[in-house]
Nanobody, 114 residues
């Protein structure tokens, strides 16, 4: 049963920007570190950004300096602002809880291409 819902994916040219959004039940957002993961075709899923309840943020080296994760617990939302996108950022992006027995959204496709 999908409890997290992502939106905001699409096709963008290299160097462009997209903002992904994720929403879900309040009980999930007020009790979990939230993250964004991605899975490119033929590759393993990787966690690219996470944000704890206290606002501690981590990024993978592949997106550091280009992506920004944020959360709004009052609105049950987590965001991923993606700038300076590259073709290698093309993937299905998932919103997820971070930790034991993570919950996942259904994913949203981001394609970076001319």
């Amino acid at each position: 049963q999908v409890q997290l819902v992502e939106s905001g994916g699409g096709l963008v040219q290299p160097g462009g920007s997209l903002r992904l959004s994720c929403t879900g039940p309040r009980n999930i957002f007020i009790s979990n570190t939230m993250g964004w993961s991605r899975q490119a075709s033929g590759k393993e899923r990787e966690l690219v950004a996470s944000i704890s309840l206290g606002g501690n943020i981590k990024y993978s080296d592949s997106v550091k300096g280009r992506f920004t994760i944020s959360r709004d617990n009052a609105r049950n939302m987590v965001y991923l602002q993606m700038n300076a996108l590259k073709p290698e950022d093309t993937a299905v992006y998932y919103c997820n809880t971070v930790g034991y027995l993570p919950l996942w959204g259904q994913g949203t496709l981001v394609s970076v291409s001319y």
